[in-house]
């Protein structure tokens, strides 16, 4: 659900938007059921930036056994 509309956004992009859920679900007067999207939407994003941060590591890891 979620992939599809993050699709394209920069893993900065996407920390950004989880910043902005953030604050609104700490700093606002959000209704349950707005505020339990958000939290979809915070954690969906989550999972995306573990993710790619997860494939960067793996990318760095093997570009640094292949030097040695």
Same mark, same amino acid.
């Given at each position: 659900?979620?992939? +599809? =509309?993050?699709? %394209?956004?920069t893993?900065? =992009?996407?920390?950004?938007? @989880?910043?902005?859920? $953030?604050? $609104? @679900? ?5 209704? $349950? /059921? /707005? %505020?339990? !999207? &958000?939290?979809? +939407?915070?954690?969906? $994003?989550? /999972?995306?930036i573990?993710?790619? &941060?997860? !494939? #960067? =590591? #793996? *990318?760095?890891? #093997?570009?640094? /056994?292949? *030097? *040695?």
């Amino acid at each position: 659900m979620y992939d +599809e =509309k993050f699709k %394209g956004w920069t893993i900065e =992009k996407k920390m950004e938007r @989880l910043e902005e859920i $953030l604050e $609104l @679900l700490e700093n606002a007067n959000v209704e $349950l /059921s /707005s %505020g339990v !999207e &958000l939290y979809e +939407e915070g954690f969906a $994003l989550l /999972s995306m930036i573990n993710k790619e &941060l997860e !494939e #960067t =590591k #793996t *990318k760095i890891e #093997t570009i640094e /056994s292949d *030097k *040695k």
